[in-house]
Every structure is written in C-alpha cells, then in structure tokens.
C-alpha cells in the first residue's frame, strides 16, 4: 500500500495559528460549559505547539558547521 502524501503549503506554525484563532472563535459562539473549555484547551496547545515551533526552527539552535 502506498502512502498519500500532500505537500503543505502553509507552514506548521501557521496551521497551527490558525487552527487556534478558528478554535477559539468556536468556543466564543458557545454556552460555558464542557465543549467551550475543550475547545479553549485545544486553542491554548495549538498556540504552545506554535511557539515550541518556532523555538526549535530558530537560528540560535542550529548545530555548528
């Protein structure tokens, strides 16, 4: 069986930017309550994962040549 690859055109920390700015606007049309939190948690680890992101693509971390 043969793996489907896709090429990406955004960026991971751009995926997950806006996979977090679409959650949060999800959670904001909601009641409070379980669903609403679970889409806020989801927002706050996209957000997190974005920024380990861009941590570890940073020049300062790139091995010596």
Known sequence: MKRRRFKQ???????????????????????????????????RQSETASHIDEWLSSPGLRAPQ
């Open 9 to 43: 055109v955004l960026s991971l920390r751009d995926r997950l930017i806006e996979h977090a700015k679409l959650a949060r606007q999800q959670a904001n049309k909601l009641p409070p309550g379980k669903e609403r939190e679970n889409l806020l948690r989801r927002a």
